[in-house]
Every structure is written in structure tokens, then in C-alpha cells.
């Protein structure tokens, strides 16, 4: 830790925040250091993210105190915590998609580029390009809007407007890993690192615990809304962590058998499959409870074909689902077959933010919401009863069916998309990156519903990019090399991580 480690930058006391009946936070006391990078770990729902949010500017404390380099401050919005020195780059997505790159960077922020009220395009162009390239990500087109890019590029965009702010004293990153590539990540630490020898304070939010354990100076961990403890890494054992973050010991999280099995009955077969340059000549077999594991490095293919068995691709080839020949061209064809899809992108693809949970398990399922008699009308009453059944079973938290799901915590978002193909009595679950973004218990309860799943018959094609869960869940593994089926692995405690990565390279 450099800088003065007696006298905190940023400190916050006695914080509490309520939503309606859900206490998000309460009487939650840290402090930060220059040139540390604190991380923050937790169950989703912790209070983790409502904390940063705070920081921010996003939302309003109920009461407490923040100090900040050695004043109180009430922070009044996020261009008033960023004209102050902290930045944050959200876990949701934080950029306009409507607007350019350029614009994105230098939002709110455009006099500098402005002389007698005339802005001129071509300076903010020129400085966009030297602020991507400064991070080292110069391949991203400044001129083009953001909605046409890949989400991994989002959050990069706002880790670039982060280090546009020369007085740049705090920088929040909240669960900014989980949408990055490994070349993405590694841009990310290599910037977290050069603004820590800066003098910046690093406050790091994830569920990824290796990851903290190696970038971390101090970890705090938070549970129920409260501040539980803060460890020192070199003081402390990664494997104490899963315990003190849920309050229960953690036995497992994979599968505890290394049979491969399956009931031998074909739920989808593949035949020849191509996808413009994504994917060349792919075969492949989905039995009834098998789950399938797919693994790759990015651009590999292993994506396009989980979008492709929905529906979103055009594609040549064959497929067939329970023994007859589909042609899967819409998400609506596909849902027909018994196939639902959890994506990647979970707020982008897999649900409606700005709409409450009832209105987002309701959506794959109209006909179970339907006013009896009349199926063109919707049952009020069906849709909240529908929503109520599955927040029960998944155990979502929230106050009711009628929260919004932007102000769920990714975890909860997660169960929502999975509930919906839960309610839809799905047959074959394309579950890419099931975990992502979601904390070890609910990792937990996922591995335990996908192992349900399986011994009720149903069809798993799980796409991954954690190599601990490709290998400790599936039944067998397909490894996607440049658009093609590398290597195919059974079921084994020998299977190790090299051998599959060796197909991926």
C-alpha cells in the first residue's frame, strides 16, 4: 500500500440504505487508502454494489458519513463524485448505446472541445482516439455508436472515460470482470496496476476469489447488508473465504460423481453445421439428462452455436430435435422444440431491466397467464402468482413481484432468467456462462438445479468459459477451436485443466 497508510482518502461511516423493506445496507463502516486495491466480496444481495452506487453518487444514503480527502461530502450525483475525483465502472451496463464512442468518453464533459459555443468534432475525435489508445485499446472506432459493439467493449469505454478525469483520486470497478475476455481482463489490470502506483484508490468489487486473492491488498467481506470482516490475503486462506461470505460451510460446488451418463435417448442431433465463418462443419449429439459442456477461447465458435440452437443465427446443415429435422430460425421456433436459452449477456439478452420480475417470467410464457376463456387478455392475478411460485423456489430476493429488475443484484437477475424456462417446462437448457457475475451461493444452487435438471431427463448444453466448471459438471466436453470441434472429453476425475486447454490452443 503506498501513500499515508494512518490517514484514509475515503472513508465511510455508519452507512445505511433501505428499498421499501429490503435494508440494502446497514451501519456499514471502511476506509480506503491511496494507492490500495480494496476488495469487496460477498453473497449477491450483500450490499456490496448499493455501497459503491453511494460512493458514487448513484444513489442517496438514508444516513451516515463519507469523508473524502479529509472533508465530508454529500455526494449529489455521479458527474458531481467525478468532478471530485471518483469514478465508477458499473457491473450494469454504464454508456449510452444511442451515442458514439467519442461521445460516450467526453459526456457532459464536451467545453473542453468547444470555443465560442461551436464544438469541434475532429479535437474530441482526436482526444477519444489518444484516451483508447493510451489503454490500449486503439482497434475501438471512436466515430461508431456503442450499441454496435461487443459488451465486453462497454465496460472498457468506461474504464477509458474513468482515466479522461485528470484529478482521478478513486476509481470503483463493480464486477467488471465476469463480461471481459482474458485479453480484456488483462488490459484492466494492467491499467488498475499503473493508476495504483499513481496514488489511486482501487475499490474492487467481484465474485471471483482467485482473482481477488491476486490483486487485493485488503478484502472485505460483507454479508446481509452488513460489514462482516477485513482480512488481510497473506493473513488469510482462500478457502475460508466461501464460508464467512454465505455463513455456511460450502462442501462442493461441482458435481460429486465422475460417471458420465445419460439415459441414450437423442434430444438434439446436429449434422454439418456451418455459420458464415463462426462455425464449419459441426456434429454433435444432446441426450435426454446429459449435460453437455462446451469450451473454448473467445471467437472460438462455442457462443455463435448457443445463439444458432436458438434461433438468432442463420445457418446451414441439419438439426433435429426429439428425432425430427427443425429448421430453428426464430427464438420463437426454438421455444417451440422445448429450447430455452440463458445467454451471456444477461441484462442485454436474457431480461428486461426496466420491467418487474412478473413482467419478465411472464414474458416465453403467455399461454400460462392467459385470462381463462379469453387468451388474448392477461390474467393479473396468473402473473403474479406465476412470479410468486419462482421466487419461492429459486428463493429471489426481493420485496415482491413488482420489483424492478435493474435493482436486483446480478445473482437475482440470473434466477429470473432462469425461472423463466423453468415455468415454460423447457426440455433443452442452452445455459451460457450459467455462473457468470453470481456469487458462490448461488453458484451452489445453480449446479444444483442444472444436476436436477439432469435427473429429470432434461437436455443441458452448458457453455463455459471457467475451465473448474466445464470439466466438474459435464457429462462430457466438446473444446472449439476456430470454429470447429478440437477435442471431445468423457466424464473423469483424471481430466485436468491443461488437457482441455491444449485442444483450445
Not at 415455468?423 to 449446479?447: H, L
Request: with cysteine; hydrophobic share 40%.
Amino acid at each position: 500500500m503506498d501513500g499515508d497508510k494512518a490517514t484514509p482518502l475515503l472513508s465511510v461511516r455508519n452507512i445505511d440504505k433501505r428499498f421499501g423493506g429490503i435494508t440494502a445496507l446497514d451501519n456499514v463502516s471502511m476506509d480506503f487508502f491511496a494507492g490500495e486495491t480494496h476488495c469487496v466480496i460477498g453473497e449477491n444481495g450483500a450490499g456490496k454494489s448499493t455501497l459503491m452506487k453511494i460512493i458514487s453518487g448513484i444513489y442517496s444514503k438514508d444516513s451516515g458519513e463519507i469523508t473524502f480527502e479529509g472533508r465530508n461530502v454529500e455526494p449529489k450525483n455521479v458527474w458531481h463524485m467525478f468532478q471530485n475525483g471518483i469514478a465508477i465502472v458499473l457491473q450494469e451496463p454504464g454508456v449510452v448505446g444511442t451515442l458514439t464512442v467519442a461521445e460516450n468518453l467526453f459526456l457532459n464533459n464536451e467545453k473542453q472541445f468547444s470555443r465560442a459555443g461551436v464544438l469541434s468534432l475532429w479535437k474530441r475525435k482526436k482526444a477519444a482516439e489518444k484516451v483508447l489508445k493510451n489503454i490500449g485499446v486503439d482497434y475501438i472506432d471512436v466515430t461508431k455508436r456503442v450499441s454496435s459493439l461487443p459488451y465486453e467493449q462497454w465496460k472498457l469505454l468506461e474504464l477509458a472515460r474513468a482515466k479522461t478525469n485528470p484529478g482521478l483520486r478513486v476509481l470503483i470497478i463493480d464486477e467488471t470482470t465476469a463480461a471481459l475476455t482474458i485479453d480484456g481482463q488483462k488490459i484492466l489490470f494492467d491499467q488498475l496496476n499503473e493508476m495504483k502506483g499513481e496514488g489511486v484508490a482501487i475499490l474492487f468489487v467481484s465474485h471471483r476469489l482467485k482473482e481477488v486473492f491476486q490483486i487485493a491488498d485488503r478484502i472485505t467481506v460483507m454479508k446481509d447488508a452488513k460489514h462482516v470482516k477485513t482480512l488481510i490475503p497473506d493473513e488469510t486462506r482462500l478457502d475460508d473465504l466461501p464460508s464467512m461470505m454465505v455463513g455456511r460451510e460450502l462442501k462442493h460446488y461441482y458435481r460429486d460423481d465422475w460417471q458420465a451418463s445419460h439415459d441414450g435417448e437423442l434430444l438434439i442431433s446436429v449434422r454439418n453445421l456451418s455459420v458464415s465463418d463462426s462455425i464449419r462443419d459441426v456434429s454433435f449429439d444432446l441426450h435426454k439428462g446429459e449435460i453437455l459442456g462446451i469450451g473454448g477461447l473467445v471467437g472460438s465458435g462455442m457462443h455463435v452455436l448457443g445463439r444458432t440452437l436458438f434461433g438468432l443465427q442463420h445457418y446451414t446443415g441439419e438439426i433435429s430435435v426429439n428425432g425430427q429435422v427443425v429448421h430453428l430460425t426464430s427464438p420463437g421456433v426454438a421455444m417451440k422444440h422445448g429450447i430455452g436459452f440463458i445467454p451471456r449477456e444477461r441484462d442485454k439478452e436474457g431480461l428486461i431491466p426496466m420491467h418487474t420480475i412478473k413482467d419478465n417470467i411472464s414474458l416465453p410464457n403467455m399461454n400460462l397467464v392467459a385470462s381463462r376463456g379469453m387468451k388474448q387478455l392477461v390474467s393479473l392475478q396468473k402473473k403474479r402468482q406465476l412470479a410468486r411460485d419462482y421466487m419461492k423456489k429459486l428463493s429471489i430476493k426481493a420485496p415482491n413481484v413488482n420489483t424492478l429488475c435493474i435493482n436486483l443484484s446480478g445473482g437475482n437477475r440470473q434466477k429470473v432468467v432462469v425461472s423463466k424456462w423453468l415455468a415454460r417446462d423447457t426440455d433443452i437448457f442452452i445455459m451460457a456462462c450459467p455462473t457468470r457475475g453470481v456469487d458462490v451461493g448461488v453458484k451452489a444452487q445453480i449446479y444444483r438445479l442444472m444436476e436436477s435438471l439432469k435427473e429429470q431427463g432434461k437436455g443441458i448444453i452448458m457453455i463455459t468459459e471457467e475451465l473448474p466448471e466445464l470439466i466438474g459438471m459435464s457429462d462430457r466436453i466438446l473444446v472449439f477451436k476456430e470454429g470447429k470441434i478440437s477435442r471431445e472429453f468423457e466424464r473423469s476425475k483424471e481430466l485436468d485443466e491443461e488437457q482441455v486447454v491444449v485442444g483450445m490452443i
